[in-house]
């Protein structure tokens, strides 16, 4: 076994949510290129899990998506 990361990762640009199982309080963090592929995702993991959308990540900074 090796050693923990301490850089924290770099993401790629396009849409980020997050999946949570209900009730809890961590989740992880799913990356889809385009917007049409993130609303297939919200669809498909909302009936089960909580999700929350994180925004689009372009040049490192993360913007927020207004029609959610």
Same mark, same amino acid.
């Given at each position: 076994? #090796? ?6 990762? &770099? ?5 980020? $949510? @997050?999946?949570?199982? %209900?009730?809890?309080?961590? #989740? ?6 385009? &917007? ?5 995702? $919200? @669809?498909?993991?909302? %009936? ?21």
């Amino acid at each position: 076994m #090796g050693r923990p990361a301490t850089k924290p990762t &770099k993401l790629k640009d396009g849409y980020y $949510i @997050e999946v949570r199982s %209900k009730n809890q309080k961590t #989740g992880i963090k799913l990356f889809r290129k385009s &917007k049409s592929q993130l609303l297939l995702a $919200i @669809e498909e993991y909302k %009936k089960t899990k909580d999700v929350i959308v994180l925004g689009k990540l372009s040049n490192g900074k993360m913007e927020s998506i207004s029609d959610f």
